[in-house]
């Protein structure tokens, strides 16, 4: 029997009555006598009201005890959806991220998985079992729990989907698939049948919610299709995988989620990059000017970096920003792209702090949060060339 990864976010757990859809969902695979394996993320806002509460107790909490608190979430959801598919009938296990095996390295807040023991998993699966996995955690060498980071959950599945040699991974949410552009933000965002893995890396890296960056990366390298689908919907999602569609465009991204940090009078720029990375801090970019640094960074690191730099005797000005990037294939060669993109920001010329392109990316940072009309009107423009 084949087996298949069917993965589901928050906002398809978030309740009962969702619980109920992801369970006939689940049944549908498993009446074509799949082995299933499920991978849940915690209900809802629950990771960010942990997060929350953490914090009312300590600005920098325990990275270590953070990772304990947070994986909490997933054992509900797996354990509520064991519970609801045993009383209709169907035999299923919930699994917490060390019982099924996950090896990570013990970087905490945002830990790789290095092994998958998948013993147990196919233990259950011989016994008949529908098996539903914690997303998001695994154990370290000391068995310390450990975390993945934000939206880890994708990386689970594909993971153990690429272990177990499954046939797709599919990962349920809320949406229909890949979309040319947000289409909580851009009415008239397509969605996009299928994406090579390159063109959804640089998706994701660039902020779009839709997959974990490291999970794509992780499909390519055990060549993996992925499937992203609606939980709530029965049409088609899209598949991510080594075929194209042949279009130049694939998406806009706009990320509000960016700081820019720069500090004046710094004595030794490159101890305090070293700094930054022994914090896991990823960096956007990092220039140096003699005493002067300016670099980018995630909104949510920013209580580690003011940290970092306190008592220092330095200027520090941050802010948040806006970065628009547009995603395609082959994008540098099309200079008609890029000089529809420079007219339309034509008078936010003055905003714009560095323009940045690649063989599959466009991206131009601004110095301060800018109006959502912007990604509409350039969606408009470039999304039918």
């Given amino acids: 029997m084949e087996t298949v990864v069917l993965k589901f976010g928050g906002s398809s757990v978030s309740d009962n009555i969702n619980l109920n859809i992801v369970a006939k969902k689940i049944i549908e ?54 519970i609801l598919l045993n009383r209709m009938g169907y035999k ?20 790789k998985v290095l092994d998958i023991n998948t013993d147990r998993i196919e233990r259950e699966l011989k016994e008949g079992n529908i098996v539903i996995v914690t997303g998001f955690q695994g154990v370290d060498s000391k068995l310390n729990i450990t975390t993945l980071g934000r939206g880890g959950s994708d990386t689970t599945a594909v993971a153990i989907a690429a ?30 049948n299928s994406i090579s893995y390159e063109e959804m890396s640089y998706i994701s890296g660039e902020g779009a ?19 992203a689908a609606s939980t709530f919907s029965s049409n088609e999602g899209t598949e991510i995988c080594n075929n194209m569609e042949k279009t130049i465009i694939k998406s806009i991204i706009k ?18 990059l070293k700094k930054l990375n022994l914090e896991n801090i990823k960096i956007g970019s990092f220039n ?65 702090v560095s323009i940045d392109n690649s063989a599959c990316k466009l991206s131009i940072l601004f110095n301060k949060i800018i109006d959502t009309k912007y990604l509409n009107e350039l969606h408009d423009q470039l999304i039918n060339i």
């Fill in 255 to 272: 990320n509000d989620n960016i700081l820019i940090v720069k500090i004046n009078k710094i004595n030794n720029p490159y101890m305090l």
């Fill in 92 to 111: 299923a296990i919930s699994l917490t991220g060390w019982q099924a095996g996950i090896i990570t390295n013990s970087d905490y807040q945002s830990s």
């Fill in 209 to 227: 919610k839709v997959l974990h960056d490291r999970c794509v990366e992780l499909a390519e390298k055990y060549n993996m299709p992925i499937i």
């Fill in 29 to 82: 695979f498993k009446e074509k006598e799949e082995n299933v394996i499920c991978v849940v993320s915690a209900q809802g806002k629950t990771t960010d009201n942990l997060i929350k509460e953490a914090k009312e107790l300590s600005a920098i909490p325990n990275e270590r005890e953070m990772d304990s608190l947070l994986s909490t979430g997933e054992q509900i959801s797996a354990s509520k959806l064991a």
């Fill in 288 to 352: 140096v000017d003699q005493t002067t640094v300016q670099f980018t960074a995630n909104k949510s690191d920013r209580a580690k970096i003011e940290k970092i730099l306190e008592n220092q005797n330095v200027e520090v000005n941050i802010n948040s920003v806006t970065k628009i990037s547009i995603v395609g294939s082959g994008i540098s060669n099309h200079m008609e792209i890029i000089n529809k993109i420079l007219d339309l920001f034509s008078t936010l010329q003055e905003d714009i």
């Fill in 163 to 192: 272990a177990l040699h499954s046939k797709h991974c599919y990962i349920f949410s809320d949406v229909e698939g890949v979309y040319t552009a947000d289409p909580k933000k851009v009415k008239l965002a397509k969605k996009i």
